[in-house]
């Protein structure tokens, strides 16, 4: 069973920036499009970005385009969130997911306990 873990969310002012982790144990990140959600309180789960496994492209939602940088590190098994210029609004529990591929509906495994990103002054 897939089991992700979620790492370096936090509490930063307005403007302020942040790297989320994504890791996986027992599970080769590299061989699958890697995605990453957030849940705001209230609302439902979204996915914000994504990177393919095939070519390493990159999608973002529109409400992060041009402030969230999603990369990999292939040595670490690991994925990561760079998240620039934060506003209020992008406050939420943040999870990352694989899947087949970036326009898939269907994660692989369960969800992880997220990483909380709170923006305030």
């Known amino acids: 069973q897939v089991q992700y873990v979620e790492s370096g969310g936090g509490l930063v002012q307005p403007g302020g920036s942040l790297r989320l982790s994504c890791a996986a144990s027992g599970f080769t990140l590299d061989s699958y499009a890697i995605r990453w959600f957030r849940q705001a309180p209230g609302k439902e789960r979204e996915g914000v970005s994504c990177?393919?496994?095939?070519?390493?492209?990159?999608y973002y939602v529109d409400s992060v385009k041009g402030r969230f940088t999603i990369s990999r590190e292939h040595a670490k098994n690991t994925v990561y969130l760079q998240m620039n210029s934060l506003k209020p609004e992008d406050t939420a529990v943040y999870y990352c997911?694989?899947?087949?591929?970036?326009?898939?509906?269907?994660?692989?495994?369960?969800w992880g306990q997220g990483t909380q990103v709170t923006v305030s002054s």
């Open positions: 990177i393919s496994s095939s070519d390493g492209s990159t």
């Open positions: 997911a694989a899947s087949r591929r970036c326009g898939s509906s269907v994660i692989i495994g369960s």
